[in-house]
């Protein structure tokens, strides 16, 4: 089966500190993960996915999947960058739901 | 621009009442999904639609039926709300034929059961 665990709910961070929100998995196949975004009163939005191998708003994610993990990081935050965070996920061949973790909020103190 | 809009953003039924929450898209994705999200929880996939496949999770309630008469519309129907149903609903968009398997959402519809 698959899941995601997010095992901190909150996280609070100064300004300038560097962030990681972690993300563990559990899946037997070839897994897709992503990191998804929601603002305050704004709709959930992607984030960044591991295929891609990009860097979004200065955040990173590497799949490591000796450790299963999929940590999202970004060396040093900002404020905007206060938001609920959701790691997602799926097969790499897109033929399973999409499976969320409960979401961490990320608090950024000026 | 291109987007997944949901219909109405809040909706208040009561107890029992049938209600019918409504997604649009325009973005012509092939896949629709609808999410039940309660507070301080993960989304939960109530179900999808792979064109006209409709594809339903085993967990999920018989209380909810869906319709998708087209491409860009799909439908949420809460056949006899009880108050455990209040919750924020989901709906999401992927292009799959194009290999995409990102999901869209729209802002969500919040349904208050009184």
């Known amino acids: 089966a698959q899941r995601v665990t997010q095992p901190e709910k909150l996280l609070s961070v100064f300004k300038g500190a560097p962030v990681e929100l972690k993300c563990n998995y559990s899946?037997?196949?070839?897994?897709?993960l992503f990191w998804y975004v929601q603002y305050s009163r704004q709709r959930l939005q992607l984030l960044l996915r591991h295929i891609s191998r990009e860097s979004i708003k200065g955040f990173t994610a590497d799949l490591n999947k000796g450790e299963t993990s999929f940590h999202l990081k970004k060396p040093f935050a900002q404020e905007e960058d206060s938001a609920m965070y959701y790691c997602?996920?799926?097969?790499?061949?897109?033929?399973?739901?999409?499976?969320f973790g409960k979401g961490t909020r990320l608090s950024v103190i000026a | 621009d291109a987007m997944v809009i949901q219909n109405p953003r809040y909706q208040v039924t009561q107890f029992g009442k049938p209600v019918t929450l409504s997604c649009s898209q325009t973005?012509?994705?092939?896949?629709m999904y609808w999410y039940q999200q309660k507070s301080s929880q993960a989304p939960k996939l109530l179900f999808h639609?792979?064109?006209?496949?409709?594809?339903n999770e085993a967990d999920t309630p018989d209380n909810f039926q869906s319709r998708r008469p087209n491409t860009s519309f799909c439908f949420l129907d809460i056949r006899s709300p009880g108050l455990g149903d209040a919750a924020m609903y989901l709906c999401a968009t992927s292009n799959r034929l194009a290999g995409d398997y990102e999901q869209y959402f729209g802002p969500g519809t919040r349904l208050t059961v009184t």
């Open positions: 997602a996920l799926s097969s790499i061949w897109g033929n399973t739901p999409l499976v």
């Open positions: 899946y037997s196949g070839s897994p897709e």
């Open positions: 639609y792979y064109d006209k496949d409709f594809n």
């Open positions: 973005l012509n994705h092939n896949v």
